[in-house]
């Protein structure tokens, strides 16, 4: 019988906004994004893991003008700086749209088209304030509670303009009933509570378009309007499939199945830009639906995380404490780009709550979980290995238990444990499971003591035994953490004669390393770092 196709997993980040350089939320968010993609390939989902830049607005045209280019100049040359930096921290994204892309532009256009004739965009005067910074309008009300304050601390501007407006009360009660209903749309809990709380007040319909400034995607029609930065960017969720009208952008169909009944779609997002992901984008899909336009279900899930903090401050270019690419890069060549992942993977502020950037919690985790963990268990066994069986992969004699531990069941209750954690998008969870494998081990070693037993002749039968069961306990432990510390987990599955590039959903059982097979020592795959050494030196040019 045919193989049955595998469950598609459709995974987003946000697109970056380019009048900004690459810096730690981007990197956070690619990061977290890329190792839920990483695990469920290896799942064996067909995954289909999407990023990329949002180039239109106000202050992108603005600062292009600034410098004396063309906003498109200044789109190209910050993409460029987005594409490099996440390649620089390992982001395996299968696509990266750009907003100013004629596969973009075009289906956009036809949203345009669609909801206008539909009537859920029409044209009306708005009078309130403005925010700038967010190139958003905001009510009276909102504005008294920012106390007239822009989201970039500037203050709010008064402002009368013609717009195309979205008929989002026509669609409210609709979203706030389906978060109700699927507590796991929005996440985490208290982001839920945050959007539920507005969607409680009274509902406004929402300005997207704009006549004070042309840098975006004009209107079909009356092009003195372009389209809002923030409907513009949602939409690239469904124009990097060719969802709206694939013919138009010169794309086939072969993406359509990454959005459809079968399976997840996530976006991982920032809090800041929670209400558009929660609200407005829930709205325009029914939109689309009810224009005929879309059969798309809604995401399964919104993850808006919180942010980072620096030595226990706020991050800000006054302050000159900003993690920019220049600093990660510092960090990834001092420790690793396994290390800036795992350290960000397990300590980041997915939660509700900030999450600090202190260089002696990056030392203390570094060495707790890499250096001394994973690393210290992969070189002792692999040591023993090369020392005690000439580098020949021992036999375990078909009995992976020895008192305590039955490892099969061990390693199948974590494999377990550590899947349902990341289906609940508990990443940090999940990676620590694959810790927890390696720490087993560790103390299966200093329990059963091979080292020892390997004096006397006669236990190296028992020194064979014990060492299969940590080697191929460390196979399925490397498994588990190669989303967070993908170049050690290769390094080490290939020291133990495992071809990382073959990995699959079955790699996981039980049996994977084959006795006699080679098996090398190499480097320390986290060598330990001194906790008195200062922070690394950050270059001044970056990236």
């Given amino acids: 019988m045919p193989t049955p196709p595998a469950t598609p997993y459709y995974i987003t980040t946000p697109i970056y906004y380019v009048n900004d350089q690459p810096h730690i939320g981007h990197c956070y968010t690619t990061i977290v994004a890329d190792a839920v993609a990483r695990f469920m390939r290896l799942a064996g989902h067909d995954v289909f893991f999407l990023t990329g830049t949002d180039e239109h607005g106000q202050k992108v045209e603005k600062s292009a003008a600034s410098r004396g280019i063309t906003p498109q100049e200044l789109a190209d040359e910050n993409a460029r700086h987005f594409v490099t930096a996440l390649g620089y921290v390992g982001a395996t994204n299968d696509d990266f749209i750009r907003t100013t892309e004629p596969r973009h532009e075009k289906q956009v256009q036809r949203v345009l088209s669609t909801l206008i004739e539909s009537g859920d965009f029409y044209l009306d005067t708005f009078e309130g304030w403005y925010d700038e910074g967010q190139e958003e309008y905001v009510t009276e009300n909102q504005a008294r509670e920012r106390d007239f304050t822009a989201f970039n601390g500037k203050p709010l501007v008064k402002a009368t303009e013609e717009n195309y407006f979205f008929r989002l009360t026509k669609y409210w009660d609709r979203v706030r009933e389906w978060i109700e209903a699927h507590p796991e749309f929005v996440q985490p809990d208290a982001r839920r509570n945050e959007v539920l709380g507005r969607l409680r007040d009274e509902s406004r319909d929402v300005p997207i378009s704009r006549t004070n400034f042309t840098w975006g995607i004009p209107v079909p029609g009356n092009e003195k309007h372009v389209t809002y930065v923030w409907i513009d960017a949602l939409l690239n969720y469904m124009t990097a499939l060719g969802l709206v009208d694939a013919e138009a952008a010169d794309m086939d169909a072969s993406r359509h199945h990454y959005w459809n009944a079968s399976g997840p779609v996530v976006h991982f997002i920032g809090k800041e830009i929670l209400w558009f992901h929660a609200v407005i984008w829930p709205a325009l899909i029914m939109a689309l639906r009810d224009a005929g336009r879309t059969d798309l279900h809604l995401p399964d899930a919104v993850y808006a995380h919180s942010f980072w903090i620096r030595e226990g401050q706020k991050m800000s270019k006054t302050l000159g404490n900003f993690i920019d690419l220049a600093t990660i890069e510092a960090y990834c060549e001092n420790f690793s780009r396994d290390a800036l992942r795992w350290f960000l993977l397990t300590q980041g502020p997915l939660g509700a709550t900030d999450a600090d950037f202190s260089h002696s919690r990056f030392v203390e985790v570094y060495n707790a979980d890499l250096a001394n963990g994973f690393g210290n268990a992969a070189s002792r066994v692999t040591n023993m290995i090369v020392k005690y069986f000439d580098g020949q992969c021992p036999d375990d004699r078909g009995d992976p238990t020895n008192g305590d531990y039955n490892w099969p069941e061990i390693t199948g209750k974590m494999i377990a444990t550590a899947t349902g954690q990341m289906e609940q998008l508990d990443v ?90 080679a098996i090398t020592k190499g480097e320390g795959l986290f060598p330990r770092a001194d906790v008195d050494a200062p922070p690394p030196e950050v270059s001044a040019s970056g990236s």
């Avoid at 080697?471 to 290939?494: C, G, H, N």
């Fill in 428 to 517: 940090a969870g999940a990676l620590r499971s694959g810790l927890e494998l390696s720490n087993r081990v560790d103390q299966y070693i200093n329990d059963t003591k091979p080292f020892k037993l390997a004096k006397d002749p006669d236990g190296m039968p028992e020194v064979g035994r014990i060492l299969y069961h940590c080697v191929e306990t460390l196979r399925i432990a490397a498994i588990l953490m190669l989303p967070a510390i993908p170049d050690a987990s290769q390094e080490f599955l290939t020291r133990i004669g495992i071809d990382p590039t073959s990995l699959s959903s079955s790699s996981l059982t039980w049996g994977g390393v084959q006795p006699g097979a």
